[in-house]
T-cell receptor, first 114, second 114 residues
């Protein structure tokens, strides 16, 4: 089955700086890579996703890049703000067939220092 | 904005008892999932459900677990004989596409087994 590795487990950055979280996956059939943000005690919420037919996707201060050859994808947050503090999970799945469930990474606790 | 809703928000049960966790997925979604998150750990896939049957289940989803869609709106997870290690946050999710694409999570049910 799919295995997703995520690092770092904790990331502390100064407010206004950029943050980068990286994930690797093992199943070359995976074609859908979402990122979820989870605030303490709350549900995971989808913040951005990317499919295997594109290499990069951007939404305001958030961007995701995908390297299918190397089987890794990254989340980039620019101009970080205090409300960006949360745990971020990457995930991988096969949309349209094969495995149904999302396989999550272990999460990155992002801390924005004022 | 439509959302996945779960009840109860917190369930305390004695070891060996049966519990039923309830979920109302987003109405036009066809794929339903249960995930588990032990405190401080990553989100883990349990089971996916489509067209009134299980389409995939993980190793965690053993014989003590079952899922059901008893009517057109509810989706339930039953744990027959709870163990201490079943204590976790259980998230229901739903999506339009197979494979967890753009899965939306409920707010979770915190299950505490004592």
């Amino acid at each position: 089955g799919e295995n997703v590795e995520q690092h770092p487990s904790t990331l502390s950055v100064q407010e206004g700086d950029s943050a980068v979280i990286k994930c690797t996956y093992s199943d070359s059939a995976s074609n859908y890579f979402p990122w979820y943000k989870q605030e303490l005690g709350k549900r995971p919420q989808l913040i951005i996703d990317i499919r295997s037919n594109v290499g990069e996707k951007k939404d305001q201060r958030i961007a995701v890049t995908l390297n299918k050859t190397a089987k890794h994808f990254s989340l980039h947050i620019t101009e970080t703000q205090p409300e960006d503090s949360a745990v971020y999970f990457c995930a991988a799945s096969i949309v349209g067939g094969g495995a149904d469930g999302l396989t999550f990474g272990k999460g990155t606790h992002l801390i924005i220092q004022p | 904005e439509p959302e996945v809703t779960q009840t109860p928000s917190h369930q305390v049960t004695q070891m060996g008892q049966e519990v039923i966790l309830r979920c109302v997925p987003i109405s036009n979604h066809l794929y339903f999932y249960w995930y588990r998150q032990i405190l401080g750990q990553k989100v883990e896939f349990l089971v996916s459900f489509y067209n009134n049957e299980i389409s995939e289940k993980s190793e965690i989803f053993d014989d003590q677990f079952s899922v059901e869609r008893p009517d057109g709106s509810n989706f339930t997870l039953k744990i027959r004989s709870t163990k201490l290690e079943d204590s976790a946050m259980y998230f229901c999710a739903s999506s339009e596409a197979r494979g967890g694409g753009e899965a939306f999570f409920g707010q979770g049910t915190r299950l505490t087994v004592v």
